[in-house]
């Protein structure tokens, strides 16, 4: 089988983080569960200069290395590899961040994944001229059996494959959303995901 999964928040506490830089930076003091937007800009209340600001402070190099490994991640993945499949982060972090991207993966054992940069928000500010590695032509071409995802902005790059079973990774700004079909599932954590998996549904 082949697996999608997305790098931040699904491998990694990225948003805990930026709830700390938010704190540090602007003062604001927004509980991890109360982010109730994926847009950090509209999540914290923000102006686009100190979104900016926020962006490439959890964009330097020891704060992307610092990120927490979510629960259980390194070790479902390893065993999937393990097992004979394929597993291809697929983040829309810039192709900028890709050295430091790798090593917090090896660093947590993930090394053997791949790792693809994919432009997934481009209409936000700051992703804006960035550039990534996977063109969304070659992207479609990809088959995946399961994608693990926790944006729901990201949903529609599933929209092409109607039999993949899309485990979304449940966090504050996903809990509301009404997901677009009976093939997405929520999953609270690694666990959840894995036994979905071994399960086969
Ligand atoms: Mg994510």
Redesign the pocket.
């Known amino acids: 089988m082949r697996f999608y999964v997305?790098?931040?928040?699904?491998l990694c506490e990225?948003a805990r983080s930026f709830t700390e830089i938010a704190a540090r930076l602007f003062d604001k003091h927004l509980p991890y569960e109360e982010v109730r937007f994926f847009n950090l800009q509209d999540a914290f209340q923000l102006t686009e200069e100190q979104y900016q600001l926020l962006m490439e402070e959890g964009h330097r190099t020891e704060i992307l290395l610092s990120y927490e490994e979510t629960p259980g991640a390194s070790a479902v993945l390893n065993e999937w590899i393990d097992q004979g499949h394929e597993v291809c982060i697929i983040t829309?972090r810039p192709y900028s961040v890709c050295e430091v991207s790798r090593r917090w993966l090896a660093e947590h054992g993930l090394d053997r994944a791949k790792l693809y940069f994919l432009d997934k928000y481009g209409r936000d500010e700051f992703y804006k001229g960035s550039e990534f590695n996977l063109k969304l032509e070659d992207y479609y071409r990809m088959q995946f059996d399961y994608a693990i995802?926790?944006?729901p902005m990201?949903f529609r790059f599933f929209d092409h494959l109607p039999e993949l079973k899309v485990l979304v990774f449940e966090r504050p700004w996903n809990r509301e959303n009404d997901l677009p079909g009976s093939n997405y599932i929520r999953c609270t954590n690694w666990e959840r995901i894995r036994a979905q998996v071994a399960g086969g549904e």
Request: charged share 45%; proline share 0%; with cysteine.
């Open positions: 997305d790098f931040d928040d699904c990225t829309g995802e926790d944006s990201a």
